[in-house]
């Protein structure tokens, strides 16, 4: 069974930093894309940051500078450094394997239960 497991959401003050972290398990064979989103309170889910198995990034302009998205293929495994966070910045994050393929089958997207990030002084 395919699970994404993320870590590192939390508190921190205007400026700091978090790591976040997901890791894919379950029987993989590939993962086209990984990625985070995110979603505030009153909003639409939007995306932040994803990255290939080619290691090519995408950025939403707001982050872009401050966040940096990584992956490692073997671990099946993304991580988001997170640098110089803003209130605005305060959402629940989603991290998303797209394209996965396993055992028990192909998904288009497959998401994570998500990890609270809350910007505040």
């Known amino acids: 069974q395919v699970q994404l497991v993320e870590s590192g959401g939390g508190l921190v003050q205007p400026g700091g930093s978090l790591r976040l972290s997901c890791k894919a398990s379950?029987?993989?064979?590939?993962?086209?894309?990984m990625g985070w989103y995110r979603q505030a309170p009153g909003k639409q889910r939007e995306l932040v940051a994803t990255?290939?198995?080619?290691?090519?990034?995408t950025y939403t302009d707001s982050v872009k500078g401050r966040f940096t998205i990584s992956r490692d293929n073997a671990k099946n495994t993304v991580y988001l450094q997170m640098n110089s966070l803003k209130p605005d910045d305060t959402a629940v994050y989603y991290c998303?394997?797209?394209?996965?393929?396993?055992?028990?089958?192909?998904?288009?997207?497959?998401w994570g239960q998500g990890t609270q990030v809350t910007v505040s002084s």
């Open positions: 998303n394997a797209d394209r996965l393929l396993s055992s028990s089958g192909y998904y288009r997207a497959f």
């Open positions: 379950g029987s993989i064979f590939s993962i086209y894309a």
């Open positions: 990255i290939t198995d080619g290691g090519s990034t």
